[in-house]
């Protein structure tokens, strides 16, 4: 079930927080009514970047034997084109 909570409540009652995320579901907390940011634990903060980390490394050995470059304008005209068949 997602758990809404205000703000208030990571400095008020940080110890149902931190249960809540020890369980492995995040805690999306508000501000006024809207959402402001997201509290997950380590492990499930690692489990959603690892394998961008992973990705940007091999894209950085990739570069490193490739010599083209391409400009964002041309990267972004043939997503496009991809995109639109």
């Not at 927080?17 to 907390?29: A, F, M, S, T």
């Amino acid at each position: 079930m997602i758990q809404i909570k205000p703000v208030s409540d990571l400095r008020n009652k940080f110890t149902d927080i931190e249960k809540i995320v020890n369980e492995g579901e995040p805690v999306y907390l508000t501000k006024n009514g809207y959402g402001v940011m997201v509290v997950l634990s380590l492990e499930s903060y690692s489990k959603l970047t690892d394998g961008v980390e992973i990705s940007l490394d091999e894209a950085d050995r990739y570069a490193e034997t490739v010599k083209d470059r391409y400009t964002h304008e041309e990267v972004f005209a043939r997503l496009r084109g991809k995109m639109n068949g």
